[in-house]
């Protein structure tokens, strides 16, 4: 199933509506390397408001999303995660350390901007 | 014809109770019922049809005769329908078709039972009076035979015991089922969740947090989170009883699932002593942005906000205040 | 409603198959919202593995009603997979271990409340857990 991925600025959103196979998870993660390159993209939210389960296969997948883009200068914001999911997730032991996260959508993209605030205030 | 979309409060308890034919075909073996039993009940057709409103009277006189009785029954609608019910049910009693409908019949009743609170012990009593209203009927009706008479009250008997089981599960289940949502309401009103300003929520944690209770917290506060978009939470366990190892992880897995959902939790009330043996423990405390007190909490939360410091005089003026 | 359901596991898709049927035979039964999504997520996990590791295998979901009257959702997740050799050490918790051989396990355990392995090496793995209704 292919993911649509949006773009608003230089920010990259991929909204996830339902459990994604190992492919799926591969090419969403290839086809965000490459736009982020090509629209020079500082930001990609992924959001997970879709998602009734997120098991450790598909958190090791969103880490692996995070640090390719990492690698290609973006940074990642998960959003959405549900409060049931989150719960399972840490029962699990699962936990998204190192990426930024957010209630929802709106939420990331303020994320997002604030940074660059900070960022433009420094420079 | 069962339509899956639209069951009635009866089939959807049979569902809840796991009422499924094979569980109905079980109840019909404990008792013990069989063919020959079948053949004898079918004999009593008759005797049904032309004293059904005697027994039905017979029952309900009974059960209104005791204080306990009457009182369930006050309600005019309730007793109506209760002896409507009670009326098609001593009819299908006879017709020797025992499944999933009859059982759903014989729900319907219980339900309404246990709406109007009838204590099992006056619904025993009464059908005990019923069963020998009838046994009379059945053994005026043999005269001329009353071993046979004997045996097929006997296996008229076994349908009244399948039937007692089937009402006397469902009177407990749904007592059952009230009192856990007594608990669950119970358990919400013991981990408030108040937000404190915009953004901002305050999770007070007191008494003694064990892995059941810890997990309310967490699902109470999850979902406060989401309502309220709350971007910091001050999570204080000044009132916690013990703070070991075990409390400690759960606190921390709260921490992290909250930070799951965009909320960042500052822990207040963590003496240093304490702190200072969970980290001999072995617990890795650096996952958490602890700070003193309440007050100092609050600081840091508001900082966090990007919302300005308030002094100590003008919190007293601010109209949420908290004290510390 | 069912009071059991199988569902092959043979690909990734039957993983989500798995785990709706567990999340309907959950809800049916009376399960909060929250012990739906641990039922499930559990039930991902244990699924996953027999795709992963063992190719191919069945994940069975039934009600379950002990003696004291409790009711409860039971998972038996089997396959006819290689195996693990080293019981204990795959239910040690080590997610870093990105590929182990079921390295779901320890986690899946604490989202039930009961659970049991059994598995040798060529004689496939019989994940077993149940959850009860609070």
Redesign the interface.
């Given at each position: 199933m292919d993911v649509p991925i949006l773009k608003q600025g230089d920010v990259l959103i991929a909204s996830i509506q339902a459990a994604l196979s190992d492919q799926d998870l591969i090419a969403l993660r290839d086809s965000l390397a490459s736009r982020i390159g090509r629209f020079r993209s500082r930001g990609v939210i992924i959001d997970l408001m879709a998602l009734d389960v997120l098991d450790s296969f598909a958190t090791r997948m969103i880490r692996d999303i995070a640090y390719t883009a990492r690698l290609r200068g973006a940074i990642t914001v998960v959003v959405g995660i549900q409060p049931e999911v989150a719960f399972a997730m840490v029962q699990l032991g699962l936990s998204l350390e190192g990426i930024a996260t957010a209630l929802d959508l709106e939420e990331g993209l303020a994320h997002l901007s604030g940074r660059e605030r900070k960022r433009a205030a420094r420079s | 014809m069962v339509d899956l979309n639209e069951q009635t409060p009866a089939q959807l308890l049979m569902r809840d109770m796991g009422l499924t034919e094979r569980d109905i075909a079980r109840r019909r073996h404990i008792v013990g019922l069989e063919e020959r039993d079948l053949t004898r009940i079918a004999s009593l057709n008759e005797l049904m049809a032309s004293h059904v409103d005697e027994y039905t009277t017979a029952f309900f006189d009974y059960l209104t005769g005791l204080d306990e009785g009457r009182l369930a029954l006050q309600n005019t609608a309730i007793a109506h329908r209760a002896r409507q019910l009670k009326r098609g049910h001593l009819l299908a009693m006879v017709q020797t078709d025992y499944d999933v409908d009859y059982v759903a019949q014989r729900l319907e009743l219980a339900m309404l039972y246990s709406r109007a609170g009838l204590e099992l012990r006056v619904f025993l009593a009464a059908f005990h009076r019923l069963l020998k209203v009838i046994g009379d009927g059945i053994m005026s009706r043999f005269e001329a035979n009353p071993s046979e008479g004997f045996e097929t009250f006997m296996s008229l008997k076994k349908v009244a015991f399948f039937d007692i089981g089937v009402i006397v599960d469902a009177i407990v289940f749904e007592r059952e089922r009230v009192i856990r949502q007594q608990q669950d309401a119970i358990r919400e009103l013991s981990t408030p969740v108040l937000q404190i300003r915009e953004r901002l929520l305050l999770l007070p944690i007191v008494g003694v947090i064990d892995t059941h209770r810890a997990r309310m917290i967490t699902e109470s506060l999850l979902r406060s989170i989401r309502a309220s978009r709350a971007k910091v939470v001050v999570m204080d366990i000044t009132g916690v009883a013990t703070i070991d190892s075990r409390v400690a992880n759960h606190l921390i897995q709260t921490v992290t699932a909250a930070r799951l959902m965009g909320a960042s939790v500052i822990v207040t009330g963590l003496s240093a002593e304490v702190a200072q043996s969970l980290v001999a423990l072995g617990i890795d405390l650096t996952k958490l942005n602890t700070i003193g007190d309440l007050q100092g909490g609050l600081e840091e939360a508001e900082r966090l906000l990007g919302q300005r410091l308030v002094t100590v005089e003008e919190r007293g003026r601010s109209s949420a205040s908290v004290e510390a | 409603?069912p009071?059991e359901v199988s569902v092959p596991i043979e690909r990734?898709?039957d993983?989500?198959a798995a785990?709706q049927a567990g999340?309907e035979l959950a809800s049916?039964?009376?399960f909060s919202?929250?012990d739906?999504?641990?039922l499930?997520?559990a039930i991902?996990?244990v699924a996953?593995n027999i795709v992963n590791y063992a190719g191919s295998g069945n994940v069975l979901v039934a009600?379950v009603?002990d003696e004291s009257g409790r009711?409860g959702i039971v998972v038996i997740a089997s396959d006819r997979g290689p195996g693990i050799a080293d019981v204990d050490q795959a239910m040690r918790?080590g997610?870093s271990t990105?590929n182990s051989l079921g390295?779901?396990l320890?986690?899946?355990r604490?989202?039930v409340d009961d659970f049991h392995l059994a598995s040798a090496p060529g004689q496939g793995t019989t994940v077993t857990l149940k959850k009860w209704l609070?």
């Open positions: - | - | 409603m009071r990734e898709l993983i989500v785990r999340r049916a039964l009376g919202t929250t739906q999504t641990l499930a997520t991902s996990e996953r009600r009603d009711i918790d997610y990105g390295v779901g320890p986690g899946a604490r989202l609070r």
